[in-house]
């Protein structure tokens, strides 16, 4: 039954850029990946140029990068606690994101069953209404389907996260052993 209710909320969520992609031709994804590779050469020669990678001598190759750094005290412990702070965020904003929804009553699907099938469709917090003293939460889809209790839908962690925290937690290492 949960299943049935995610799926229809999955779907709506799904991200509008992932739609949009899934929509596009073979020969069309290949063009737009050719033309996002080319922006990234064309974005990354300047600093190539500028000595980030370290092959050149410039104004952001990795030593003078570390001179600046010194100059403006910025000391390992900063660079360390910035990115465990990084790894830490990466970790931990999806809990902070459903806490918000839930308490701001988003993310709720409607639990009222249509035909044997849950409703499933998008459902909103009620100001209470109770007789004095008493708040009763209620919660009113697009149908008009009136519940006391809603589904809750908390936002997982995507790759992206995953890839942040073990790069933050990898570059927080460097910099502690090097
Ligand atoms: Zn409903």
Not at 2 to 7: G, H, I, R, Y
Not at 58 to 84: K, S
Request: proline share 3%.
């Amino acid at each position: 039954m949960n299943q049935t209710v995610s799926f229809s909320y999955d779907r709506e969520s799904e991200s509008a850029f992932r739609r949009w992609w899934k929509g596009r031709s073979f020969i069309q994804q290949r063009t737009i990946r050719f033309c996002v590779s080319m922006l990234v050469m064309v974005l990354c020669f300047p600093l190539h140029e500028m000595g980030l990678f370290g092959t050149r001598p410039g104004p952001l190759n990795p030593a003078h990068l570390g001179q600046a750094l010194g100059a403006m005290h910025v000391q390992e412990v900063h660079v360390v606690l910035f990115f465990i702070g990084l790894f830490i965020i990466a970790l931990s904003w999806s809990w902070v994101y459903n806490l918000a929804s839930l308490i701001a009553g988003g993310r709720l699907t409607c639990t009222s069953s249509v035909e044997g099938r849950p409703c499933g469709q998008r459902t909103w917090r009620q100001a209470g209404s109770g007789k004095a003293g008493l708040k009763a939460t209620a919660y009113r889809c697009r149908s008009g389907h009136v519940t006391a209790e809603a589904h809750f839908h908390p936002v997982r962690k995507g790759r992206v996260s995953y890839t942040v925290a073990a790069i933050s937690a990898a570059c927080a290492l460097i910099v502690l052993f090097s």
